[in-house]
């Protein structure tokens, strides 16, 4: 089974340029995060999608990031302006029904690097 | 709110020691998960265990245990006979049951773990 893609891997742009993740999830998994993850810390929620809607943008900067989920399965995460503070690694994980009691799968992330 | 307190930043032990991670967690919930994730230089997040509020039973799979305490709110990992291969950054999580639908995972800040010849 594949697992979640994420590309590209690696972004290093100037600060208030614009960037644009990509996920895609476990095939037949509903629910999707991206997770911020700053360096030395423990990856933090920006938004879920519970197949092509919205569940949860709480702690979305939502001035500058951007995210979608067409059709419920790929998504795109965009920044735009970007500041020095969004570097760090974006996470993209799904997960195969609307319960909390299944687990998370995560991509291998995109390092993001703001100069 | 839901928080996760991984008190220890770092540990170092030699091959085939025994270690602990220490996880305390908070909610209000009654209805939760706890998990351990283990994320290797490589990056990627993986999937250790999973455990539910109403299970308090411990659990062990090969070198790794874990003991979940309701009463002190701890669900702590522990590897025996530590390898290098365990060198990571380990990662507990908590989130939220009652809800109905899946649920955010709320992360401590990591343990990373060194094991040395």
């Known amino acids: 089974e594949a697992g979640v893609a994420q590309s590209p891997r690696y972004k290093i742009i100037e600060k208030r340029q614009s960037v644009a993740f990509w996920c895609n999830p476990i095939?037949?998994?509903?629910?999707l995060y991206w997770y911020q993850q700053i360096l030395g810390q423990g990856p933090k929620l920006l938004i879920q999608?519970?197949?092509?809607?919205?569940?949860?943008d709480s702690q979305l900067p939502k001035d500058r990031f951007s995210a979608e989920r067409l059709k419920g399965v790929d998504s795109t995460l965009k920044i735009q302006p970007a500041k020095l503070e969004d570097s760090a690694v974006y996470l993209c994980?799904?997960?195969?029904?609307?319960?909390?009691?299944?687990?998370?799968?995560f991509g291998p992330g995109t390092r993001l690097t703001v100069t | 709110a839901q928080k996760v307190t991984q008190a220890q930043t770092e540990i170092s032990v030699v091959e085939k020691e025994d270690v602990t991670l220490d996880c305390v967690y908070e909610?209000?919930?009654?209805?939760?998960?706890l998990f351990w994730y283990k994320q290797p230089p490589s990056g990627e997040l993986v999937f250790l265990i999973r455990?539910?509020?109403?299970?308090?039973q411990n659990e062990i799979s090969g070198r790794y245990s874990w003991n979940f305490q309701k009463s002190t709110s701890s669900f702590n990992f522990t590897i025996t006979a530590s390898q290098v291969v365990d060198s990571a950054v380990y990662f507990c999580?908590?989130?939220?049951?009652?809800?109905?639908?899946?649920?955010?995972?709320?992360f401590g800040t990591g343990t990373r773990l060194q094991v040395t010849l």
């Open positions: 994980a799904s997960t195969l029904g609307g319960a909390s009691s299944y687990e998370q799968y």
């Open positions: 095939s037949g998994h509903a629910t």
């Open positions: 999608f519970q197949n092509n809607g919205v569940v949860d």
């Open positions: 909610t209000r919930d009654t209805t939760y998960y």
């Open positions: 455990r539910n509020s109403f299970d308090e």
């Open positions: 999580a908590l989130s939220e049951g009652s809800t109905g639908t899946a649920s955010k995972l709320t």
